[in-house]
């Protein structure tokens, strides 16, 4: 997906006034990940066919258009994501549409909040091989995740994240070596 915004960025900016689709790629060109600006000019359309994205792309450009409007300002809530207000910040990322529970563990993980772990398919996984939690199931992965990293408070995410690419490189070998056209080795989907 992340990939998908990056060309979609670079072909944004070749293509100035004319279609997104029909300007000329390289295969192996990359753009940046768009801003907030970018993802408006691309819009929901572009968003849904290039990344399939589905219903979220939507929100993804609700979330731009905020952005652009200046009615969510993203460097006053970085701003705000201390150790002091981390649950004011918390809260008003969970009262955006579209933004569930790895979502805004992502994003507060990004402005460097790191109290949240971000719990999908790959964190239960990770704490089953890693803890021997057999009974970690989706419904009880965020107060699992909650309970083993606790100790950690308030830089939970970090340990899990450096928990996880130690599992990896155990796995892969160093990922700063590990070759971009085996990325896709390290999700979720290509682990168990």
């Not at 993980?109 to 719990?119: E, F, L, N, R, T």
């Not at 790959?122 to 089953?128: F, P, S, Y």
């Not at 606790?150 to 994240?161: D, E, G, N, R, T």
């Not at 990896?168 to 070759?179: A, F, H, I, R, V």
Request: charged share 25%; proline share 2%.
């Amino acid at each position: 997906m992340a990939k998908s915004l990056c060309e979609l960025q670079l072909q944004l900016t070749r293509s100035k006034g004319q279609n997104i689709h029909e300007s000329n790629m390289q295969n192996d060109e990359v753009g940046n990940f768009p801003n907030s600006k970018e993802l408006v000019e691309i819009g929901e359309t572009n968003l849904k066919e290039h990344c399939r994205l589905g219903m979220r792309a939507k929100y993804i450009i609700q979330l731009a258009k905020n952005v652009e409007s200046g009615t969510l300002s993203l460097e006053k809530l970085e701003k705000n994501c201390n150790l002091y207000s981390y649950q004011d910040v918390h809260r008003r990322l969970s009262k955006l549409k579209g933004f569930g529970p790895f979502s805004i563990a992502t994003v507060l993980m990004c402005m460097g909040c790191y109290q949240k772990v971000p719990a999908d398919s790959e964190t239960k996984r990770h704490i089953k091989q890693v803890y021997g939690i057999s009974s970690c199931k989706s419904l009880t992965i965020v107060e699992d995740a909650e309970q083993i990293y606790m100790k950690y408070a308030p830089f939970q995410s970090i340990v899990f994240w450096f928990e996880l690419l130690q599992s990896y490189e155990k796995k892969y070998g160093k990922l700063s070596e590990l070759d971009e056209s085996n990325y896709h080795t390290i999700t979720g989907s290509r682990i168990l």
